[in-house]
């Protein structure tokens, strides 16, 4: 019985059961203040343009085009690297938008950095 009470009127229910106090005697303590989303990684950006998703991945020297379609004009997102620049001096910037291709786990894609201006 002690764990749902001690639930609904926080610390000083116990401190107060311990001590032979009654459940009634006892003030309740204030809820703790509930814990913040966390925060996004990396700065805001808005797509200006439509873009492919890309993948780079590790120890590639130029992105790959992915099979999972692209983004389009308004999306946000957040950068969590970049720019990084390809062969051909194109710029890219990796988004939170997580790879969803079973050869590249635990990866972000990545799109054209002209099209994504910070918001």
Same mark, same amino acid.
């Given at each position: 019985m002690t764990r749902p009470i001690s639930r609904l009127f926080g610390v000083a229910?116990?401190?107060?059961? @311990? @001590?032979? =106090?009654?459940?009634r005697d006892a003030a309740p303590v204030a809820a703790a203040a509930p814990t913040p989303a966390p925060s996004p990684t990396g700065r805001p950006v808005t797509m200006v343009c439509g873009s492919p998703l890309f993948?780079?991945?590790h120890g590639l020297l130029n992105p790959v085009r992915s099979q =999972?379609?692209?983004?389009? @004009?308004?999306?946000?997102?957040?950068?969590?690297k970049g720019p990084r620049t390809a062969d051909n001096g194109t710029a890219y910037?990796?988004?939170?938008?997580p790879v969803n291709e079973v050869e590249?786990?635990?990866d972000d894609y990545w799109v054209f950095r002209e099209c994504a201006l910070p918001s």
């Open positions: 229910v116990c401190a107060a059961a @311990l @001590l032979g =106090a009654s459940a993948i780079w991945g =999972a379609g692209g983004v389009s @004009l308004g999306q946000t997102f957040h950068v969590i910037v990796q988004v939170d938008v590249y786990p635990n």
